[in-house]
């Protein structure tokens, strides 16, 4: 008999639509211990949300909704687009109309979970991996026990604050291992009205997607993945992972992108992974198997010949490695281990190149520019060095979105010391200078998440940082602080290069837009039915922009 049901909420309404892949490890789990799941999935409804919200909770009552929260804002400097608002409406909605707690989760909700919790006005929140932990809240409400009996749960006790429930071992509660669900298949679905539907979102999206390991042990300046996901490698089964894998393309979702926070780390696991796809494939002729195409994210190291060679072999299409520079200078310190040693070089980026273009796979290398200690030379001779990569494509960020538990967030929070308006903190829509205190100077971990995203008023403001140096003296307000490096960015890239550079923009210095979030020329490729990452198809953007929508197949 069922323990009850849980009703999943997938407020995302991005498009190009990416699968909600969440959802279906957080159903897995609640089905394994006997509870009813639905998974109510608005992406596809952006325009009637509100009717679709209204219509489920009139028929179905949960004793549990959970909302997945992926994204903040779109963390892009020139737009610095936020979707909380949005989210937040979805969840007022979904309360009018249920009675029933509500619990929120996801990467970006645990990038500041303790704000969001307090600003989405809900019951609970769990920051990392929740397959076991929501399990353990359902079960909690199910037999009447207290949610203090939850392993790091945060719970919202209204005027008393949001609390977190503590794990009893902190590594458990850092690292996220014994959090994920690692022995077993996520059960992947198309089709179903009750479930995320994986076949629709590859054809709507051009992608469908696959986790082989929660986490990551490095800590680059400015990522949130390893305290947002957790900070050691939480490895699945090899086997779970390619029978998943050909699950979705039996069901017809062919181009599949990793989302380990990097596939090569850890490289042993990853070769094990590519081993059992490639022991398969030769195994049988017509396993599906063959039809894959993989897309994934690494860093320039550790990577071998081997390695590409197993990559190639297992049906690897697309390599997107992120080196964010190639000057030493400022790689040094940014780009680190836990213990903050950097562990690659450019000339480590090189090898990618050339090994993924000996075996016929696309790259797509990415830069950031505008960290700490960028100036106008440092930023030309890195374009320098990027655009002499035997790449297909090269992309630039110019600006850093800053967080809460970034290093970044945490160094500029202590500088700033609660009075100082820090050179380079930047948000387009400040309207006093942006002055953050550390975590020990506030009263406590809402105050301290939220200043990284709203102002004191309660509006939107999220937090950049965008190295002063490459400042123009005549920088005409905080949205236009971008515009000299931005003229300059574009002069560096030769004319007769561009077609296959992604640059940022503003409004006005030309109509690309290097921005996932509802791109035109993104929503145009999933029209037209091309698939894979959208990156692959971008040096032949001009030519497809003017294409005729004639099938309705896949490419
Ligand atoms: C792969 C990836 C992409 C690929 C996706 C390909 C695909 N088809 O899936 C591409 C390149 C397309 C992409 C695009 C974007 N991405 Co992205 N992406 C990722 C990445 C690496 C993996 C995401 C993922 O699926 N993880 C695997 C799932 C299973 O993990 P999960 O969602 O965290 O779920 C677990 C827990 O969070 C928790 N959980 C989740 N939901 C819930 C709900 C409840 C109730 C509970 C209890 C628990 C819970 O349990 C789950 C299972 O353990 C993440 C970083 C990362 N390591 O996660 C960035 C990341 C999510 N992306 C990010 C961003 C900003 C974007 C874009 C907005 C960028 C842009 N401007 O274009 C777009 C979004 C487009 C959209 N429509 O949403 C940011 C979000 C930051 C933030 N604070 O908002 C991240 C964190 C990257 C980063 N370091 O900044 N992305
Ligand atoms: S950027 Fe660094 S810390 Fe972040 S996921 Fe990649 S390797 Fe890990």
């Not at 006005?121 to 929740?130: E, L, S």
């Not at 050339?354 to 001779?381: D, I, K, N, Q």
Request: aromatic share 8%; glycine share 8%; with cysteine.
């Amino acid at each position: 008999m069922s323990k009850g049901l849980v009703t999943l909420v997938n407020p995302n309404l991005v498009h190009p639509p990416i699968t909600p892949y969440a959802l279906d490890i957080l159903a897995t789990s609640l089905e394994d211990a006997e509870f009813d799941v639905d998974v109510l999935d608005l992406t596809f409804s952006r325009e009637n949300w509100t009717e679709v919200v209204d219509a489920y909770f009139g028929r179905r009552q949960p004793v549990l909704v959970g909302v997945t929260i992926r994204n903040t804002d779109t963390i892009y400097p020139q737009e610095q687009r936020v979707f909380l608002g949005s989210h937040k409406a979805i969840i007022d909605q979904v309360r009018t109309r249920t009675r029933a707690p509500v619990v929120a989760g996801g990467v970006g909700f645990s990038s500041m979970p303790y704000a969001l919790v307090d600003y989405f006005g809900i019951d609970y929140g769990v920051k990392g991996p929740g397959e076991f932990t929501l399990v353990q809240l359902a079960e909690a409400i199910a037999s009447g026990a207290p949610p203090e009996t939850v392993p790091g749960l945060l719970i919202n006790k209204g005027s008393a604050g949001v609390h977190r429930v503590s794990h009893a071992d902190p590594v458990v509660a850092a690292g996220h291992v014994s959090l994920v669900q690692r022995a077993t298949p996520y059960r992947r679905h198309s089709g179903r009205p009750d479930r995320v539907d994986n076949q629709m979102y590859f054809h709507r999206g051009g992608l469908g997607n696959i986790l082989t390991k929660n986490g990551c042990t490095f800590a680059c300046t400015h990522c949130v993945e390893p305290d947002a996901k957790g900070n050691r490698f939480a490895r699945r089964a090899e086997t779970a992972v390619v029978d998943e894998i050909e699950s979705l393309l039996l069901q017809g979702v062919l181009d599949l992108h990793t989302t380990d926070s990097e596939f090569n780390l850890n490289i042993t696991h990853s070769k094990a992974v590519l081993r059992e796809i490639v022991r398969r494939k030769s195994r049988d002729a017509s396993s599906p198997l063959h039809r894959l195409r993989l897309w994934i994210y690494v860093q320039p190291a550790p990577f071998d010949a081997e390695y590409a060679a197993l990559l190639a072999e297992a049906g690897c299409a697309g390599i997107n490695v992120a080196p964010d520079h190639s000057r030493p200078e400022l790689l040094d310190g940014w780009k680190v281990s836990a213990g903050g040693t950097r562990f690659y070089d450019f000339d480590d980026v090189r090898k990618v190149c050339r090994w993924a273009s000996e075996h016929g796979m696309a790259t797509m290398v990415e830069a950031l520019l505008g960290m700490p200690g960028e100036t106008p030379e440092t930023m030309r001779a890195c374009v320098d060095d990027f655009q002499s990569l035997d790449a297909t494509v090269v992309g630039y960020t110019l600006g850093i979105r800053v967080f809460p538990y970034s290093p970044l967030g945490r160094r500029l929070a202590a500088a700033s010391a609660g009075e100082l308006a820090v050179p380079g903190l930047q948000s387009n829509d400040a309207e006093e200078p942006i002055v953050l205190a550390p975590l020990e100077r506030c009263p406590n971990r809402v105050s301290y998440e939220r200043q990284f995203m709203f102002d004191r008023a309660g509006r939107f403001r999220p937090v950049y940082y965008f190295s002063p140096a490459l400042v123009g003296d005549d920088e005409a307000g905080p949205g236009r602080r971008y515009d000299h490096a931005l003229q300059l960015l574009w002069d560096c890239v030769p004319p007769h290069d561009r077609l296959r550079v992604m640059l940022p923009t503003r409004p006005g210095l030309s109509p690309e837009d290097n921005n996932y979030a509802d791109n035109p020329f993104l929503l145009r490729l999933t029209e037209l039915g091309y698939t894979g990452a959208y990156w692959s198809h971008w040096p032949k953007r001009y030519e497809i922009m003017h294409e005729v929508p004639a099938r309705t197949g896949t490419r």
